[in-house]
């Protein structure tokens, strides 16, 4: 007899969680899957907060997952640079409040922890734009690769204590619905405001020069769902990196959609969008998550910004919309 797949989604209803949701939604596997999203502060799903451990406890007891896909955390890194101690204690302290709950109540759940690729920091540098893989040192650069660091490292450390974990490191990933607090859809918001004549031709940015590697969020939510669903002994105790391998530099991604806007805009750098301690190139080598999940990037890179672009101009467009009613609600 196959068991129900019960899966249980910390943070479901942030940009990646409501795309995990879309994708175990499209799977039918054997014996059937139950899927319970949760979330801080969220409207649908259950509301938790992971920094209370007993809260997390009875959800675990009230659920019995046989996967957890752990996404709650303060995910842009100007947030967790706000708001450093929140951003360790949902970080670091809620991950090892769902790990524990997990070890203590359902020891035969799977763990399976979005980590990050900023974890790396300063391994970037002396990779001198060469891949990453998973043996590179961790040695964060922001308050937000630091938690997410430490909290890869703590999960790692609890697979020796019969955690089944799996802790996956994405690279940059983006698509439709990510926040304007990301580089590529702050560019796509800009230029769909463009497109509807809301602001002058004009696109006001950070550094254009430096590389990264980019996915699809489409791409990155298969390989938790497949972690969670798949039979992939070899992967507990083990650290992932989910990568293109092909560094794009930030420039590129900006000429690219304003080509598909098919405008003329005009660039100008803001010296406040500028950070500090930038890594020049960030990439990676996913060759362990084909070896061991036979996951690689399938989406093309242009379609995901075609899409992230489309998204954003259906935005704007209900913005308008909306303000529209409401400038002839207040006139009637």
Do not use: C
Not at 67 to 85: G, K, M, Q, T
Request: proline share 5%; glycine share 8%; hydrophobic share 45%.
């Amino acid at each position: 007899m196959v068991l129900e797949n019960r899966i249980l989604i910390t943070g479901a209803n942030g940009f990646v969680g409501t795309w995990l949701q879309r994708e175990l939604a499209a799977r039918t596997p054997a014996g059937g899957l139950s899927v319970f999203p949760v979330g801080y502060g969220s409207a649908t799903g259950r509301r938790m907060d992971i920094t209370d451990y007993h809260e997390i406890a009875e959800l675990i007891r009230e659920t019995r997952p046989t996967a957890i896909i752990h996404l709650a955390a303060v995910a842009a890194p100007n947030d967790a640079r706000r708001a450093y101690r929140r951003a360790w204690d949902i970080n670091v302290t809620g991950t090892l409040n769902v790990a524990q709950a997990v070890m203590e109540i359902a020891p035969h759940a799977r763990f399976i922890f979005a980590g990050s690729s900023d974890a790396y920091g300063e391994s970037f540098i002396e990779a001198g734009g060469e891949p990453v893989t998973e043996k590179a040192a961790l040695k964060p650069l922001s308050v937000y690769g630091a938690t997410k660091a430490a909290a890869d490292i703590l999960v790692g450390q609890l697979a020796s204590e019969g955690l089944k974990s799996i802790r996956f490191r994405p690279f940059n990933h983006t698509g439709p619905g990510q926040s304007d607090a990301y580089v590529v859809p702050a560019f796509a918001r800009q230029v769909a405001e463009i497109s509807a004549s809301l602001k002058s031709p004009l696109l006001e940015v950070g550094n254009l020069l430096a590389q990264r590697d980019f996915m699809d969020v489409r791409d990155v939510v298969r390989a938790y769902a497949d972690a969670a669903l798949a039979d992939v002994p070899d992967a507990f105790g083990r650290a992932f990196n989910l990568a293109s391998g092909k560094p794009r530099q930030i420039h590129a991604i900006l000429d690219a959609l304003v080509q598909m806007s098919g405008l003329k805009i005009d660039i100008r750098v803001d010296p406040e969008r500028l950070r500090g301690s930038e890594v020049a190139v960030a990439t990676g080598d996913a060759g362990a998550a084909l070896d061991v999940f036979g996951w690689k990037p399938e989406i093309a890179f242009e379609t995901t910004l075609a899409d992230v672009l489309d998204d954003w101009k259906q935005r704007v467009e209900a913005d308008q919309r909306a303000g529209t009613r409401q400038r002839a609600g207040s006139a009637s």
